[in-house]
């Protein structure tokens, strides 16, 4: 098989341009995917295809099925960490969580701050 090498410059928005000899070389299209392989201190790029499920072969589909959903073994995220000794605190409560409790405490406030502006 004949090596063959294209220069792509990294424009400003870190786009590369594939040239058109590339993409017929290829078999590629405007709107396809490649899957960028980073190895060591070189990259591949792989072709991509897509395929909709119903074309897929049984088994692979199948297998694809199973995959999807709960499983009996899933445990709520609480449960796993107690099981390996997370113990949390009010501190750490994530962001989104503190803006939710903010957000109620001052809507519980609400009613009372307007209650004593029209007494």
Do not use: N, W
């Amino acid at each position: 098989m004949a090596t063959t090498q294209f220069r792509l410059p990294i424009g400003a928005k870190r786009q590369v341009t594939i040239p058109a000899a590339c993409m017929k070389l290829l078999a590629l299209e405007e709107g396809g995917e490649l899957l960028l392989e980073v190895s060591g201190d070189h990259a591949i790029l792989h072709p991509m295809v897509s395929v909709p499920r119903r074309d897929l072969p049984e088994e692979l589909r199948k297998k694809f099925l199973s995959r999807q959903g709960e499983k009996e073994s899933d445990i709520p995220l609480s449960e796993f960490l107690g099981q390996i000794g997370y113990k949390g605190s009010k501190k750490s409560k994530p962001a989104v969580a503190r803006a939710r409790s903010e957000k109620s405490k001052a809507a519980d406030a609400e009613p009372l701050a307007h209650a004593a502006a029209t007494e």
